[in-house]
């Protein structure tokens, strides 16, 4: 079965009215391989700029950056995270951005180079994808409209992927992570796909830059975000036991290592993140 069926990894943000940024899904032969594309920041009463939580969603972006003053262009590839941090608001006036959200399974089929080391790292685009990122660029100098921007995109990540075969032994394990919610030890994914433990931390770090249990904790944190943000019988009690947690406080300690507060107000930032900000902005002083 695809991944993209059993794992749908969200942001802080993930409804689309308070969703900070315009995004589109792919067309349907780039589902598998693309959660989105994401470009012009999205417009709101009195041109107001809001700080963005960036939390870790599992992906990896490649983003296009154009000065607007000087015009000139740019690529960067920021890698799989297990930080938060806020985004700087300001940059939006300065840069226009292009994105490029990838799942986390699709990258290594795309580099030119492993991802072993790069875990919380922002590298330059043309590193890891040089002939991806200079078509992309020429299709930015081109069509200045995001929605011609995506469907540009969309024929050169399709030629690009086709080229290249995936790493099935770590897919195997990814999609034996998400059926079991993070009821899965890395001794038990190891002996699943016939490696030893060392040699599945080393296919991890070539792709995707992580080793299989960070990999696992991050995947437990958002299938955990995800039940709470869209579940209606969400009980904490119940998903403690549900993704495999000691108990409720583990599983409040882990969500708040990653989402940097507890889950009640995550949720109420989810929901409406202008209004959180401002407040707590406000308490903070």
């Known amino acids: 079965m695809p ?4 794992y749908h990894p969200i942001t802080s943000t993930p409804f689309q009215q308070t969703a900070q940024h315009v995004e589109t899904a792919p067309s349907k032969p780039l589902l598998p391989f693309i959660r989105c594309f994401w470009g012009p920041p999205k ?3 009195g041109g107001e700029s809001v700080r963005e939580l960036v939390i870790p969603d599992t992906c990896m972006d490649l983003i296009f950056e154009t000065d607007r003053k000087t015009g000139n262009r740019s690529a960067r590839f ?21 994105g490029i959200r990838f799942y986390p399974w699709t990258a290594a089929r795309l580099t030119v180079r492993p991802l072993t080391g790069t875990k919380n790292g922002c590298y330059d685009g043309e590193l890891f994808f040089p002939s991806l990122v ?3 660029l020429d299709v930015l100098k081109e069509t200045p409209a995001f929605p011609e921007r995506c469907a540009r995109t969309e024929k050169i990540l399709y030629e690009a992927l086709w080229q290249k075969t995936e790493a099935s032994g770590c897919l195997n394990v990814l999609e034996g992570f998400l059926r079991r919610e993070g009821r899965w030890s ?11 433990e060392r040699q599945l931390e080393r296919l991890f770090a070539a792709s995707f830059g992580v080793t299989p ?3 696992m904790r991050l995947l437990r944190y958002q299938c955990l975000w995800q039940s709470a943000v869209f579940d209606p019988s969400f009980r904490q009690a119940d998903a403690a ?7 409720q406080s583990h ?6 290592l990653y989402h940097t507060m507890p889950l009640k107000q995550a949720l109420q930032l989810a929901r409406d993140p202008v209004v959180f900000l401002q407040e707590r902005e406000r308490t903070m002083r």
């Open 3 to 6: 991944l993209h069926h059993l």
């Open 43 to 45: 417009k709101r009463e």
């Open 78 to 98: 920021c890698t799989l995270s297990d930080v938060s941090f806020v985004s700087n608001p300001s940059e939006i006036i300065v840069k226009e951005r292009f």
């Open 134 to 136: 200079k078509a992309v």
């Open 186 to 196: 890395v001794q038990e994914a190891a002996e699943s796909v016939c490696v030893s």
């Open 213 to 215: 249990k960070t990999m």
């Open 241 to 247: 036991i549900r993704f495999g947690y000691t108990d």
């Open 251 to 256: 599983m409040a300690n882990e969500f708040r």
